[in-house]
């Protein structure tokens, strides 16, 4: 079993529509979790961390479920720009990365 | 200012050939990482420095690769004996890396490594 799982989607959604990603994870002593955003033939950015009490950036909302062991993004009121691959990130130790497989997000037009 | 940068952005080696990819993270990040990524799958952990010292190797796939980053800023990764499952994009990635992380990692843009 991968220590970070996600659907690979892709998730092709109309613009304007609301679409929510899980990701699970396996260690229950990570401490720290990111959502990356990853164009294609591009490098990961950042988009956001993900806090117990969860988060909000904008139309971008991320939470927690320490219980459950997994994340979650949601994205309100999709973008065309929007579309990418998003990449859960979750934290082993105090450095390493471990990489969900990422869930690619199409927005049509 | 300047972000994360790698060089070559792509690379095409015959099998068996050594390769070496060059990162310069940003000025001042202490904590260094290179990543592998295949296509479709997400980066995965290959080796991390702290300042020069390698800290983390237990992502190396095998002992053709090896990682250096003598000043404590440039880094490089050698592939040895350069085989196909070796292609995959090459991701190098850097951090303040203070006491208290982990911290957001900053990456590259890669080097795209194919080998035929």
């Known amino acids: 079993r991968k220590e970070v799982e996600q659907d690979p989607g892709p998730f092709n959604v109309p613009e304007g529509a609301t679409v929510a990603f899980n990701c699970t994870y396996s260690n229950s002593a990570s401490q720290s979790f990111f959502w990356y955003r990853q164009d294609c033939r591009k490098e990961p950015k950042l988009l956001m961390s993900?806090?117990?009490s969860g988060n909000e950036d904008g139309r971008f909302t991320a939470q927690l479920n320490r219980a459950s062991q997994y994340i979650s993004l949601l994205i309100r009121d999709s973008k065309l720009s929007d579309s990418a691959t998003y990449l859960c990130?979750?934290?082993?130790?105090?450095?390493?990365?471990?990489f969900g497989t990422g869930t690619r997000l199409k927005v049509l037009a | 200012g300047a972000g994360v940068s790698q060089s070559p952005r792509y690379k095409v080696a015959k099998r068996g050939q050594d390769v070496a990819l060059r990162c310069d993270p940003i000025s001042g990040h202490v904590s260094l990482f290179w990543y592998q990524q295949a296509l479709g799958q997400g980066p995965e952990f290959l080796t991390y420095f702290q300042n020069e010292a390698q800290l983390d190797k237990s992502g190396l796939p095998s002992d053709r690769f090896f990682a250096e980053r003598p000043e404590g800023s440039v880094s490089t990764l050698k592939i040895q004996r350069t085989q196909q499952e070796d292609s995959a994009v090459y991701l190098c990635?850097?951090?303040?890396?203070?006491?208290?992380?982990?911290?957001?990692?900053?990456f590259g843009p890669g080097t795209r490594l194919t080998v035929t």
């Open positions: 993900v806090y117990s």
């Open positions: 990130v979750v934290t082993s130790g105090t450095y390493k990365y471990i």
């Open positions: 990635a850097s951090s303040l890396g203070l006491a208290g992380g982990p911290y957001e990692q900053y």
